[in-house]
C-alpha cells in the first residue's frame, strides 16, 4: 500500500516560484519511481517530471524545462518540484504518483492532488 500527500500549492503571480511537496509513505520497501503530473479542466493529465528511486535518473516535460525541476529527500520520503518563473497555463491541479510503469511513473499509486493558480 502507498499512500501520498502533496501540498504547497497555491496563488501566485505570473513569473513568481512555488515548491510543490509529495510525501510518499510506503508499507513495503519497494519504491520504484515518483512523477509529477498536472490536469486542467477537460483534459488529460499531463506529464510534467519523473526521478527514479535512487534519484539518479530525472527528467522533465519540454515545455517546463529549464523552469521546473525535481528533486527528492530520501530521509523525509519527500518529492519536489520546484517551479519557478510560472505562466498562467501552469495553472491547474498538480498530482503526484508513484510506482507506476507508465511515463512519467504513471499508472501508479496517486495523490489526491494541490491546486496551482497563476494570475
Known amino acids: 500500500h502507498v499512500q501520498l500527500v502533496e501540498s504547497g500549492g497555491g496563488p501566485v503571480q505570473a513569473g513568481g516560484s512555488l515548491r510543490l511537496s509529495c510525501v510518499v509513505l510506503?508499507?513495503?520497501?519497494?519504491?520504484?519511481?515518483t512523477g509529477w503530473f498536472r490536469q486542467v479542466p477537460g483534459k488529460d493529465r499531463e506529464g510534467i517530471a519523473y526521478?527514479?528511486?535512487?534519484?539518479?535518473?530525472?527528467y522533465t516535460a519540454d515545455f517546463v524545462e529549464g523552469r521546473f525541476t525535481i528533486s527528492q529527500d530520501s530521509a523525509k520520503n519527500t518529492v519536489y518540484l520546484q517551479m519557478n518563473s510560472l505562466e498562467p497555463n501552469d495553472s491547474g491541479t498538480y498530482y503526484c504518483?508513484?510506482?507506476?510503469?507508465?511515463?512519467?511513473?504513471?499508472?501508479?499509486?496517486w495523490g489526491q492532488g494541490t491546486q496551482v493558480t497563476v494570475s
Open positions: 510506503r508499507v513495503s520497501d519497494s519504491k520504484k519511481c
Open positions: 504518483v508513484a510506482d507506476g510503469a507508465g511515463s512519467y511513473c504513471g499508472g501508479g499509486h
Open positions: 526521478i527514479s528511486a535512487d534519484g539518479g535518473q530525472r
